[in-house]
C-alpha cells in the first residue's frame, strides 16, 4: 500500500516549469521537459521521473555540464533521414525537434529516421517512441550513456544502459509500449533502491573482481567510481543468456554513435582526461515506421491488437492471476495515479523544497501540511 504523499499533477507541473525556467530554461523547453519527466512518474517509472529532476538535470545545470538553452543545428537533411546536433542542450528538448522531424518524414517517405548527437539525457525513451504511436505509427529510438554495463566475460564497464524502445498502435485503450535498458536495471533504480534504503538484489552488479554486489551504497560509489558495472539484460556470464543483452546493447551503441559521427563507450563518462566534468556528448537515434505504406491502418492495429490478447488469453503459469502484455501495467498505474497525483518520498520532497526556496517559486506543497 502507498505511503508516501501525493502531489497533484498540477500542481507537480507548474513547480517543475517554473523550477526550470527559473534556472535558465526558455519557458516552451521547460513545458517539454516537465512533461517528459511526469509521463515516467504517470507510468510509474519512478527511476526516470521526478525522482531525477534535481539530480540528472537542475544539478547539471548548476555545474556547467548541460545547456539549459538548447542550440539545435541540422548536420544533415535529406529525404527520410537527418542529423542533428543539440549543443549539449537539454535532451528532451532536442529529441521532441527530433521525433517531430521523423514523425513527418514517414509521413511523407513511409519511414523517418533521425540522429542526434552531443545531447543529454532524454528521460524515458517511450515518451519518444509514444510520440510516432499517437500518430498511428510505429515508434522506435535508443539512446547511448555514460558507460554502465560489462560485456559478457568482462567486469567493466563500458556499455551505457542503453535502451532499445517501440511503440506500436493496437485497437485497445493502451498501446503496445516496450520501454527497457539491455541492461538487468539502471542506475536510476539502483538510485531510488538508495532512497527507499533498499539492498539491490543480487546478480544486478559486480565489482572488478566479480564479485556480485548488493549493498546499495557503496554499488553507487562503486560505479560513480568505476569499479562496479551491471549485468547486460540476461545476466553475467552466458547461461541465461547475457550476451543478448550485450549484443543488443552494442547494437545502440553503434546506431547512437557511428551513425552521427558521435562519441561512444568510455568516451561518454563525462569528464576530461584531468578528471573534471565535462558534458556527456550523448547521442539518440528516431525510427517511424508509417503502417499505412503497409496495409490498411485499421487492419494494422486490430491486428496487433489480436496478437496482444492472444497473449494474455494464453494459459497462465500455476498461481498467477493475469499474463500482461508491454505497456498493460504503466496504464494501470495511470489509472490508479490520474486522480491522485504522483506520490514523492521524502528525500524527494526536501530537493522541491530547496529547488523552490532557492529560486522563490512561488508554489505550496501539501505535503507541508
Not at 514517414?106 to 533521425?114: F, L, P, Q, R, T
Not at 485497437?171 to 527497457?180: A, K, Q, R, T, V
Not at 538510485?191 to 559486480?206: K, L, S, W
Amino acid at each position: 500500500m502507498e505511503t508516501r504523499p501525493y502531489v497533484q499533477w498540477d500542481v507537480m507541473e507548474d513547480f517543475m516549469i517554473q523550477a526550470f525556467h527559473a534556472y535558465g530554461v526558455p519557458l516552451e523547453d521547460a513545458k517539454i521537459c516537465a512533461d517528459v519527466l511526469l509521463e515516467s512518474d504517470r507510468r510509474g517509472i519512478e527511476s526516470h521521473g521526478c525522482n531525477r529532476f534535481k539530480p540528472v538535470y537542475i544539478d547539471r545545470i548548476e555545474a556547467g555540464i548541460l545547456n539549459p538553452v538548447t542550440k539545435i543545428d541540422v548536420i544533415r537533411d535529406r529525404y527520410a533521414t537527418a542529423v542533428l546536433d543539440a549543443n549539449d542542450g537539454m535532451g528532451m528538448v532536442a529529441s521532441k525537434v527530433a521525433m517531430d522531424m521523423a514523425i513527418e518524414k514517414a509521413k511523407k517517405y513511409g519511414m523517418g529516421m533521425v540522429a542526434v548527437r552531443n545531447s543529454s539525457h532524454y528521460g524515458i525513451a517511450g515518451y519518444w517512441a509514444s510520440m510516432a504511436e499517437k500518430e498511428n505509427m510505429i515508434g522506435i529510438t535508443g539512446t547511448n550513456a555514460r558507460p554502465s554495463i560489462a560485456p559478457t566475460f568482462g567486469v567493466e564497464n563500458m556499455l551505457g544502459t542503453n535502451p532499445l524502445t517501440f511503440a506500436i498502435p493496437t485497437d485497445e485503450e493502451f498501446p503496445f509500449i516496450l520501454d527497457c535498458a539491455t541492461s538487468i536495471t539502471q542506475n536510476g533504480k539502483i538510485e531510488y533502491y538508495q532512497r527507499i534504503n533498499h539492498d539491490t538484489p543480487a546478480g544486478m552488479v559486480c565489482d572488478r573482481d566479480g564479485k556480485i554486489m548488493t549493498d546499495t551504497d557503496t554499488i553507487l560509489k562503486y560505479i560513480r567510481s568505476q569499479r562496479a558495472a551491471l549485468a547486460p539484460l540476461g545476466g553475467f556470464g552466458e547461461e541465461l543468456g547475457g550476451y543478448k543483452g550485450y549484443g543488443y546493447a552494442t547494437v545502440v551503441e553503434i546506431l547512437c554513435a557511428a551513425l552521427q559521427n558521435g562519441i561512444f563507450l568510455k568516451e561518454l563518462e563525462g569528464k576530461n582526461p584531468d578528471g573534471s566534468i565535462r558534458p556527456y556528448h550523448i547521442g539518440h537515434f528516431f525510427i517511424v515506421i508509417n503502417p499505412e505504406f503497409f496495409v490498411d491502418i485499421d487492419e494494422f492495429k486490430h491486428t496487433t491488437g489480436e496478437i496482444l490478447r492472444g497473449l494474455r488469453n494464453s494459459q497462465k503459469a500455476p498461481g498467477a492471476e493475469r499474463i500482461y502484455t508491454a505497456g498493460e501495467k504503466e496504464w494501470d498505474v495511470w489509472m490508479e495515479r490520474k486522480d491522485k497525483g504522483v506520490p514523492v518520498s521524502g528525500p524527494v520532497q526536501k530537493e522541491m523544497i530547496a529547488v523552490r526556496d532557492a529560486k522563490g517559486i512561488n508554489v505550496h506543497f501539501d505535503f507541508e501540511d
